[in-house]
Nanobody
């Protein structure tokens, strides 16, 4: 059974930092691309950052230069370091991975962690 468990969210002032963690179990972690998404009420979930098994990274334009995604294969954990936070970064952040087998796609999601940027 694949499980993704996020932690590290909270309330932070504009300009502050947070580090999100996602602990993964139930799959061979090192083989999978991992991603962070975020969602605000009434909007679609959007990709924030992703990191491949080869440690290639991609970022949404809105977070480039402020957020860093990383992974620790020994700990089956993916991280999102968020610096210079802005009120518009407020959202529920979700960890995600995708399993593709024989042409079928399965998305796995964590429960989400709330990030609130406010003074």
């Amino acid at each position: 059974q694949v499980q993704l468990v996020e932690s590290g969210g909270g309330l932070v002032q504009p300009g502050g930092s947070l580090r999100l963690l996602c602990a993964v179990s139930g799959l061979t972690f090192r083989l999978y691309t991992m991603a962070w998404y975020r969602q605000t009420p009434g909007k679609q979930r959007e990709l924030v950052a992703a990191i491949s098994s080869a440690v290639s990274t991609t970022y949404a334009d809105s977070v480039k230069g402020r957020f860093t995604i990383s992974r620790d294969n020994a700990k089956n954990t993916v991280y999102l370091q968020m610096n210079s936070l802005k009120p518009e970064d407020t959202a529920v952040y979700y960890c995600n991975t995708v399993r593709i087998t024989l042409g079928s796609r399965t998305d796995y999601w964590g429960q989400g962690t709330q990030v609130t940027v406010s003074s």
